[in-house]
C-alpha cells in the first residue's frame, strides 16, 4: 500500500517546505511517508553542535546536531515537541546507545 500512490514534495536547504499527497492516499499511509521526510530533513549548522527548531509530522521540536568529523548525527527528545498529538501508537521504538 505504501508503494501504491507517489507522494511529492518540495525539497529545499534541507527542508521539507511542502506536501502534495495523492487525494485518495490513506492516513496511515501518508503518515508514514512524513516521518521518513522528517529523518531526511537537516539544518544547516554553523557549529560543530547546535540546537535548532525544526517542524515536522511531530511538531516543533528542538533538534540536537554534533558534528564529529564526516559524520552529523542528529538527536531529537520526542517529549519536547510542541503541537504534538499524544496518543497511542502500535510502533514500538527503542533508545540507541549514543555513537
Excluded at 55 to 78: A, E, N, S
Amino acid at each position: 500500500v505504501l508503494e501504491q500512490h507517489p507522494l511529492h514534495f518540495s525539497f529545499h536547504d534541507g527542508k521539507v517546505l511542502k506536501l502534495c499527497p495523492v487525494k485518495n492516499e490513506q492516513t496511515w499511509a501518508l503518515n508514514i511517508k512524513r516521518g521518513i521526510l522528517s529523518v531526511l530533513q537537516t539544518s544547516q549548522a554553523s557549529s560543530a553542535s547546535a540546537v535548532v527548531e525544526e517542524v515536522d509530522v511531530l511538531g516543533i521540536c528542538p533538534t540536537r546536531y554534533q558534528r564529529k568529523g564526516p559524520i552529523l548525527m542528529k538527536t531529537r527528545d520526542l517529549n519536547l515537541c510542541s503541537h504534538r498529538y499524544s496518543g497511542f501508537a502500535s510502533v514500538q521504538s527503542v533508545v540507541l546507545p549514543h555513537v
